[in-house]
């Protein structure tokens, strides 16, 4: 008989195929589909077609590389960096207003410019949320029914971060961090009167930010009829559908969009899905929407299968957000929400977007394959997340 292998050596984790084949053939979909839509801008502008494409390689290579070593390391060592992170990602959300440091573009200041990327506080900030939260709520437990402490520190902390991206001017990535907050708190089991209360009380305040502010207000007018507001606010959304109708079923091949040529603007970063749809058609939305489908449903059942309570609500918090950011982006795209200025997860352009969530998505493979650590430890009988 043949002794048992030993415990001291770790065997690697073992990612869910599935979700990783997922994450993985976006990530290059999104590679092609950057080119295609900024190849000519780029060369127009900035005499060099690859321009984008390059940095899009460099943010990948590098969240690549983060994404397998979040793999290695496990999501349970990353629990008590939790709060410190937090912490980091605040000091930088204020670092980034400093004047000389921040960097302006399109009207906000949102961007640390770090030579070859630029590094987008807030898009970490999602990440950091959902890990601070995550552990808090696993921490907590049978408390979470008491609203001094399982609501209303959540709600404090995500208020400030929300405050700092309104900040920025980025009301797309402040919805994203409500949307977090509010379905791990409900899955964490805190009353939904609770919830439903916070809603009506912040309602007024979230149309003063859209009402009192011009621009906003514009969106959300030029939504309700975009081709009454072709030439101005509704210019965006017009060619956004105009675009998607001209892919019809199979589309017009790679490379053959017209939209990319100076009709839409934000082709490869906001307005990248109605690229897809343009040049892919229909089938191609439809496995693009597939593939999301399929990384949401593995997450989910990564949160189901996690080991521990900490494990659950990452995997929880992670999936909501790939999966409600690609929805948020995807709505805007088919005009079904006013325009938000939220990346399509792993498709867009945007290097911070993309290292922040192949980040993400090893930490979710984490939970899904390694159990949290180098060692699958097998689950006790009857004892769930």
Same mark, same amino acid.
């Given at each position: 008989?043949?002794?048992?292998?030993?415990?001291?050596?770790?065997?690697?984790?073992?990612?869910?195929?599935?979700?990783?084949?997922?994450?993985?053939?976006?990530? !290059?979909?999104?590679?092609?589909?950057?080119?295609?839509?900024?190849?000519? +801008?780029?060369?127009?502008?900035?005499?060099? $077609?690859?321009?984008?494409?390059?940095?899009?390689?460099?943010?990948?290579?590098?969240?690549?590389?983060?994404? +397998?070593?979040?793999?290695?390391?496990?999501?349970?060592?990353?629990?008590?960096?939790?709060?410190?992170?937090?912490?980091?990602?605040?000091?930088?959300?204020?670092?980034?207003?400093?004047?000389?440091?921040?960097?302006?573009?399109?009207?906000?200041?949102?961007?640390?410019?770090?030579?070859?990327?630029?590094?987008?506080?807030?898009?970490?900030?999602?990440?950091?949320?959902?890990?601070?939260?995550?552990?808090?709520?696993?921490?907590?437990?049978?408390?979470?029914?008491?609203?001094?402490?399982?609501?209303?520190?959540?709600?404090?902390?995500? !208020?400030?971060?929300?405050?700092?991206?309104?900040?920025?001017?980025?009301?797309?990535?402040?919805?994203?961090?409500?949307?977090?907050?509010?379905?791990?708190?409900?899955?964490?089991?805190?009353?939904?009167?609770?919830?439903?209360?916070?809603?009506?009380?912040?309602?007024?305040?979230?149309?003063?930010?859209?009402?009192?502010?011009?621009?906003?207000?514009?969106?959300?007018?030029?939504?309700?009829?975009?081709? $009454?507001?072709?030439?101005?606010?509704?210019? $965006?959304?017009?060619?956004? +559908?105009?675009?998607?109708?001209?892919?019809?079923?199979?589309? $017009?091949?790679?490379?053959?969009?017209?939209?990319?040529?100076?009709?839409?603007?934000?082709?490869?970063?906001?307005?990248?899905?109605?690229?897809?749809?343009?040049?892919?058609?229909?089938?191609?939305?439809?496995?693009?929407?597939?593939?999301?489908?399929?990384?949401?449903?593995?997450?989910?059942?990564?949160?189901?299968?996690?080991?521990?309570?900490?494990?659950?609500?990452?995997?929880?918090?992670?999936?909501?957000?790939?999966?409600?950011?690609?929805?948020?982006?995807?709505?805007?795209?088919?005009?079904?929400?006013?325009?938000?200025?939220?990346?399509?997860?792993?498709?867009?352009?945007?290097?911070?977007?993309?290292?922040?969530?192949?980040?993400?998505?090893?930490?979710?493979?984490?939970? !899904?394959?390694?159990?949290?650590?180098?060692?699958?430890?097998?689950?006790?009988?009857?004892?769930?997340?």
């Amino acid at each position: 008989m043949s002794p048992p292998p030993s415990r001291s050596k770790a065997a690697l984790p073992s990612p869910d195929p599935w979700l990783l084949a997922a994450v993985l053939l976006l990530t !290059g979909f999104g590679l092609v589909m950057v080119y295609s839509a900024s190849a000519v +801008l780029a060369d127009a502008k900035l005499h060099d $077609q690859f321009y984008f494409l390059k940095r899009q390689l460099v943010a990948a290579g590098l969240g690549l590389a983060l994404l +397998l070593a979040l793999v290695r390391i496990g999501y349970r060592r990353l629990e008590p960096l939790a709060v410190p992170l937090l912490l980091a990602v605040l000091g930088a959300l204020l670092l980034v207003q400093v004047p000389g440091v921040g960097r302006m573009a399109g009207g906000a200041r949102r961007w640390i410019d770090l030579g070859v990327i630029s590094f987008q506080p807030s898009e970490a900030a999602k990440v950091a949320l959902v890990l601070y939260l995550a552990r808090s709520l696993a921490r907590k437990k049978e408390r979470m029914r008491i609203f001094s402490i399982g609501f209303l520190p959540h709600l404090l902390v995500t !208020g400030l971060l929300v405050m700092l991206v309104l900040w920025e001017r980025d009301f797309g990535t402040a919805v994203l961090l409500v949307l977090l907050l509010f379905a791990m708190l409900f899955a964490a089991g805190v009353p939904v009167g609770y919830l439903l209360g916070a809603v009506l009380l912040a309602a007024p305040v979230a149309w003063k930010l859209v009402a009192g502010t011009p621009y906003r207000m514009e969106r959300i007018v030029a939504y309700l009829d975009p081709f $009454q507001h072709r030439d101005k606010a509704g210019y $965006q959304l017009v060619e956004s +559908l105009l675009g998607i109708g001209n892919g019809g079923l199979a589309g $017009q091949g790679l490379g053959e969009g017209k939209s990319k040529l100076f009709y839409l603007p934000a082709a490869h970063t906001d307005f990248i899905a109605t690229l897809v749809s343009e040049e892919t058609g229909l089938v191609g939305t439809a496995l693009l929407l597939l593939l999301f489908g399929l990384l949401v449903w593995r997450g989910m059942r990564s949160a189901f299968e996690a080991s521990d309570a900490f494990g659950c609500y990452l995997a929880l918090g992670l999936t909501t957000l790939l999966g409600a950011q690609a929805l948020l982006n995807l709505a805007v795209a088919f005009g079904l929400v006013p325009t938000k200025g939220l990346t399509l997860p792993f498709v867009s352009y945007g290097g911070s977007s993309l290292m922040t969530l192949l980040a993400a998505a090893g930490i979710l493979l984490s939970v !899904g394959g390694g159990r949290g650590g180098f060692l699958r430890a097998p689950r006790a009988a009857g004892v769930g997340p």
